[in-house]
């Protein structure tokens, strides 16, 4: 093991310090891009006029095989 | 005779099941407004504990005998690890709730954790690479610790892709969570039976682990620095709940003036 | 595709509850297993091709590192705990997708007596196809590895315990990833990690003997895992199916 100095390991140093940066400055980033497409979105929703109340998330459930076999039976 | 769709079994239950959701429903916007006002706080305590971080590590901490300045990396690995551990817990912890509690905010932020968890998790397998290459003179060691955080590298992973394969964000917050669950009681598991394949095979008889001995600077440096990490991760955290929230939400009111009000703040 | 098995599952207990007259869980559970047993075995060939993938796994590896008798004596034991592995994850892909499929599964968790009774049926039907079959096959790999005697008997034993708390995990894994697309791969991402405990301690036993040293240890927190897992790994199966289903 060599005593080494900012001038033979500078590249290491550099590195692990610009990957967090990096990823830290990249991760906000994508952030700020995906809310700012989230209100877009949002927006869109309102503009096409649909009900605020109905919330696709309250209504919705996702249908399994037997629950559609009942629907069916019951039609 | 009406032909409407209704639950089989279900109809007892339904009462109840409105009123958890309309009290989940009242919940979304005061968590929204919190999590908007808490951002720029966690962002701006981030930037200054980095900095007095990154102050005493580059500058203040004392030049290691052994090695030298590379040592310095400990100021980015150690708290990336740590933030990895602490991160995952509360997830854990977030995906409890939403289980337990049937309460879809608690699960959105168990999944808002993750990536961040994930990032801090590849942070410290990349800086501890960066850091055993000079020192030991290979870029991976089977190390007790870096083996361990490799694990939980798969185990972040693993979580975010069944959350994401599953199309229904119900069962997707309930099966990921339970994921989560799995995942927390096992790290002590991983982690013990590493340490113990570590030791028996007496490959690396060197250890990341073995960091220089810590005077108190490389201390209060490692700690500033991981409470820097820990409001970055809140922040970040928080950001991607809200866009979840204004994805999940996009047809309620609150959520369509909320994004007016954000797209008016954000044109300069 | 053949029939599924909780009809014939489900419709003893119930018309014998019905009567009346009371089931004892292990009577129920005895010929919950001979069931699944027995459909097990109708598809024959699913058991034997993760027999055959498994014998296949293990006879790939010389091709890639060489042939030499002392690497493949030190390497063996690595290569049958991860071929195991992967043999019984495959094995596992479709657990219970027949039943989710055609709603039968939402069916027999809300009215089997003992649904997680019915967990352990089938688990144990399925271990008894995989991870029995590939600890009897040992031998056999021994001889391709050039292994003695007593390190056989100490990878058979550590199959043993072992490939039960495997096959658990794989349940888990297949129970959280029911109609996900792409299903068996995301089963290996979530099953792998936490099935190292059980690589470590099980390959490690044999290589423990190998190095001189006695397996009691690395086997008995196989043991330790063994016991953890069962009940604890069996409650979630349940929760995990009954979230897929939606309850």
Known sequence: MNASGWLTHGVFIAAAFGACALLMALELWWLRRDTAQAVDEAIAAGAAGVSPVRSAVLVQRTPTASTERAQGDRA | MSTTFKPLDRDASTDAARSRRWLWLAAPPRFFALATALIPWCLALAAVLGAAGLWVGLWLAPTDAQQGEVYRIIFVHVPAAWMSMLIYLAMAGWAAIGLIFQARLASMMARALAPTGALMTFLALFTGALWGQPTWGTWWVWDARLTSELLLLFLYLGFIALHGSIEDPRRADRAAGLLALAGVINVPIIYFSVQWWNTLHQGASVSLTRAPSMASTMLSGMLLMALAFWAYSIAAALMRVRAQLLRREQHAAWAQSAAHTQARESQP | ?247
């Open chain 3, 1 to 247: 595709m053949t029939v599924p098995a909780s009809p014939t599952v489900a419709a003893p207990s119930s018309t014998r509850a019905s009567q009346g007259a009371p089931v004892s869980p292990l009577a129920l559970g005895g010929y919950w297993l001979r069931t699944e047993l027995r459909v097990i075995l109708r598809r024959g060939t699913d058991v034997i091709a993760a027999l055959v993938f498994f014998l296949m796994v293990t006879t790939l590896f010389p091709f890639a590192i060489g042939s030499q008798p002392e690497l493949l004596r030190a390497v063996g034991p690595g290569v049958v705990w991860v071929a195991a592995l992967l043999s019984v994850l495959l094995s596992q892909a479709h657990l219970f997708s027949d039943e989710w499929r055609d709603g039968s599964l939402e069916q027999w968790l809300m009215h089997a007596p003992w649904p997680l009774l019915a967990v352990y049926a089938r688990i144990g039907a399925q271990w008894l196809t995989s991870g029995v079959a590939i600890t009897l096959m040992a031998p056999l790999i021994a001889l391709q590895y050039g292994l003695t005697a007593p390190s056989v008997a100490v990878l058979m034993l550590s199959l043993l315990l072992g490939t039960p708390v495997l096959c658990l995990l794989g349940a888990l894994a297949a129970a959280l990833t029911l109609g996900v697309r792409h299903a068996s791969l995301l089963m290996a991402l979530v099953m792998l990690p936490l099935a190292v405990p059980v690589l470590v301690f099980g390959a490690g036993a044999v290589g423990a003997w190998q190095a001189g040293i006695d397996p009691e240890a690395h086997l008995s927190l196989l043991g330790a895992l063994l016991a953890l897992a069962v009940p604890l790994l069996g409650g979630a199966i349940l929760w995990a199916l009954r979230i897929s289903v939606q309850q």
